[in-house]
C-alpha cells in the first residue's frame, strides 16, 4: 500500500518569497493533518481536514499561510510571505478517520524548507 | 512552556546497554504515543497506551503509562544501534495531538 506522498522533498528560498507544498495522503484516508516540526522539536499541528472541511486551524499563522483540500482527497499547503522562522519539516499525515476515535495517524517523509 | 516534556532530551550509548525516556506533563490525557522517527522520514507510530497503569511491550521496548494518565516511560533493553532515532511522546487532549519536544537516541556498535 502507497504511503503518505509529499512533494517537494526540499526547497530553499529567500524570505518574503512563496512556497507551496503538496500531499497526497494515503487512498481512503479522510482526515489529513499538516504539521510543522522546527528542528529540535516535535511536530506541531497547523490544520486538520476531515474529507474537505478544515476541523481545527487555531495553530495555522493565517496571516501568511493557507491550506487547501477541494476534493477531500489531495491538500496544497501555502506560505506567503515566507520569514525566516517558517525554517522547518513541513509533515502531512493522514487518517482513516480523527485520531481522537482511536484512528492511527501516519506521516509522509516531510518537505523541508529552508528560508535564507 | 512545552505541555510535555521529555527527558533526557539527548542519548548517546553503548550497544547492549539498557536505557529509559521520560514523558511528564501537569496535564492529563486520554491516551498517550509514542512515535519513532529516523532523518529524512516522518514519525512511525509504535505503540499507544490508554489505561493509567497500563504496560505494552514490543519486543526489547517497554512502554508504561502512568497512573494518573499524565506521564510516560519508554525502556529499551539491550539496545541495538538500529534503535538509533528520534523518540517522540505524543498525548491526545480534546481531539489534537500534542507532541513533546522529542529524545534524540544514538546507539554505538
Known amino acids: 500500500e502507497a504511503g503518505v506522498a509529499q512533494s517537494p522533498r526540499y526547497k530553499i528560498i529567500e524570505k518574503r518569497q512563496s512556497v507551496a507544498f503538496w500531499c497526497n495522503p494515503i487512498?481512503?484516508?479522510?482526515?489529513l493533518y499538516w504539521y510543522q516540526q522546527i528542528l529540535g522539536q516535535g511536530p506541531k499541528l497547523l490544520i486538520q481536514f476531515q474529507n474537505n472541511g478544515v476541523v481545527d486551524d487555531s495553530q495555522l499563522p493565517k496571516d501568511r499561510f493557507s491550506a487547501e483540500r477541494l476534493k477531500g482527497v489531495d491538500s496544497t499547503l501555502k506560505i506567503q510571505p515566507a520569514k525566516l522562522e517558517d525554517s522547518a519539516v513541513y509533515l502531512c499525515a493522514s487518517s482513516l478517520g480523527p485520531q481522537s476515535s482511536g484512528n492511527t495517524i501516519y506521516f509522509g517523509e516531510g518537505s523541508w524548507l529552508t528560508v535564507v | 512552556t512545552q505541555l510535555l516534556e521529555q527527558s533526557p532530551q539527548f542519548l548517546s550509548i553503548q550497544e547492549g546497554e539498557n536505557l529509559t525516556v521520560y514523558c511528564n506533563s501537569s496535564s492529563v490525557f486520554s491516551s498517550l504515543q509514542w512515535y519513532r522517527q529516523e532523518p529524512g522520514e516522518g514519525p512511525v507510530l509504535l505503540v499507544t497506551v490508554v489505561t493509567g497503569g497500563e504496560v505494552k511491550k514490543l519486543k526489547r521496548l517497554t512502554f508504561q503509562f502512568g497512573d494518573a494518565r499524565k506521564d510516560s516511560s519508554l525502556h529499551i533493553t539491550a539496545a541495538q544501534p538500529g534503535d538509533t532515532g528520534l523518540y517522540l511522546c505524543?498525548?491526545?487532549?480534546?481531539?489534537?495531538?500534542?507532541f513533546g519536544q522529542g529524545t534524540e537516541l544514538s546507539v554505538k556498535p
Open positions: 487512498s481512503g484516508h479522510a482526515t
Open positions: 505524543a498525548g491526545a487532549q480534546g481531539g489534537k495531538l500534542i
